[in-house]
């Protein structure tokens, strides 16, 4: 039996990084990657055999758990008849189908492989359907690495973005505009400075890829005031919240607080795969049907709507639809966030968390960050000793202090309560 250090030393061998996904590296948190064997329910084993409580559930996923039997037993049965065809089948339409039902401001959706995929796919669309060239993302926001969003602030608001990636050329990110996360006055000056040149503004509701920061109702209000007015689209990427945060996704909880409120493209992820590659992008008819083959936007892809990968993202959809699912998860992410914040708070440690639904973030801080630079000010010295301090007790937590964590159906309130035993004794070292 190989150990972790052992694997992952062969790992860079052949392996940049020794890793599919740099994240995964530990780099931010320091140590030896644990190199997962298999994983049941709430939790996973690593190759020493180490059990590990998994609040990484694949980064959004495994929203029931690992290995849930009607999901088994769905992906079993689209194997037996057949991995891939390239041609339509019913249950691209029946995925398809459980996802519009759930997202209202979506008449028709594209299915994909990959979060980034979807991303890239909606804003092409969105320039596609506008004519225009321009978009707008926010600090902190990930939306996956094509190369027109790996890009960060210019110096100033009405200098453009300047690559965050070697090999992106300065011209492929001069059209997209980089501004800070809840800041209505910076939105507001892009629009009226350049408002008829913008083919949409990009974000993540809930931002996961910043811990966990809510975009503030005033701010999403405006920006849904701005594309309105000046004719540009407003794309909510819920690749990390979609079907976590709440069974309608992020949108449906902005909807109750704005009244009429929809994005005009909405791209998902994750949990409608249920750990399998599929992703997918959607809006009204009259938006989508500028996409090959019936309109001038061209998208494409060989596994696109996979019959296994739609099985098991159908299987999953069903499960977390069915009554009470969500409230139970709710409570249950609840009984984290909050144990969290109450044993630092006995230990005096500054620690304030967050959650919604299935996914909660936390930060060694003494207020909850509304952007990506006060994210980066707060204390990662401590967080890394956090994460590891947790580690060694076996609690598997997003190993980087901008990553939100995941809780599952899987997860049992005698789950969480080992959580914070582990956590009250390494914040008494902390
Ligand atoms: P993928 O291409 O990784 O499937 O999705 C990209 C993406 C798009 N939009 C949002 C809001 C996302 O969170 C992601 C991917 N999330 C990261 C977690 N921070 C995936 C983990 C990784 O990169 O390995």
Redo the contacts with the bound molecule.
């Keep these: 039996m190989s150990t972790n250090q052992q694997l992952f030393d062969r790992a860079k061998i052949s392996i940049p990084g020794g890793v599919n ?4 590296a530990f780099r931010a948190v320091g140590g030896t990657p644990r190199f997962i064997t298999r994983a049941q329910g709430a939790y996973m084993w690593d190759a020493e055999g180490t059990r590990y409580i998994d609040y990484i559930g694949s ?2 996923p495994m929203i029931l758990g690992h290995g849930h039997p009607a999901v088994l037993d769905a992906v079993r049965k689209a194997i037996e008849e057949g991995f891939s065809f390239g041609a339509p089948t019913e249950r691209e339409i029946e995925l398809a189908e459980e996802i519009l039902s759930l997202v209202p401001s979506c008449e028709q959706i594209r299915l994909v492989s ?6 890239m796919s909606a804003i092409r669309l969105a320039r596609g359907a506008t004519g225009r060239s321009k978009i707008i993302k926010f600090e902190g ?5 094509a190369d027109a969003l790996l890009v960060k602030a210019g110096s100033g608001l009405a200098t453009f973005g300047h690559p965050t990636s070697a090999g992106v050329p300065a011209e492929v990110v001069q059209h997209t505009l980089v501004l800070e996360y809840n800041n209505v006055e910076q939105i507001e000056e892009a629009f009226r400075t350049q408002g008829s040149e913008i083919a949409c503004v990009m974000i ?1 509701p809930i ?3 910043m811990n966990f920061v809510r975009s503030s109702v005033p701010f999403v209000k405006r920006i849904r005031e701005l594309c309105d007015q000046h004719g540009a689209l407003f794309v909510f ?5 979609g079907f976590r945060v709440a069974l309608g996704s992020a949108q449906s909880l902005y909807a109750e607080l704005i009244p009429g409120f929809r994005p005009d493209l909405s ?1 998902f ?2 949990v409608i795969g249920g750990g399998m ?1 599929l ?1 997918a992008f959607g809006g009204p008819r009259r938006i989508m049907e500028q996409l090959a083959p019936l309109g001038p936007v061209y998208q494409a892809g060989t596994l696109s709507g996979n019959p296994v990968a739609t099985a098991c993202g159908l299987a999953t959809l069903r499960e977390i639809k069915k009554p009470g699912f969500f409230e139970a998860l709710s409570a249950r992410t609840a009984q984290l966030a909050h144990g969290l914040q109450a044993a630092a708070q006995a230990a005096g440690v500054p620690l304030v968390s967050e959650c919604q639904g299935g996914m909660f973030g936390f930060f060694f801080a003494s207020e909850l960050p509304q952007n990506y630079n006060v994210v980066m000010a707060t204390d990662k010295e401590r967080f890394n000793r956090f994460f590891h301090g947790m580690l060694d007790r076996g609690v598997y937590l ?1 190993p980087a202090l ?3 964590g995941f809780v599952s159906a899987a997860h049992t309130a005698e789950d969480i309560d080992a959580t914070l035993a582990a956590a009250r004794d390494v914040l008494a070292q902390l």
């Design positions: 996904s740099p994240v995964r980064w959004g990959s979060g980034t995929e979807a991303g926001c990930y939306h996956g690495h993540e931002a996961g890829n990427d819920e690749v990390m919240s791209v992820g994750k590659p992703a997003a901008y990553e939100a």
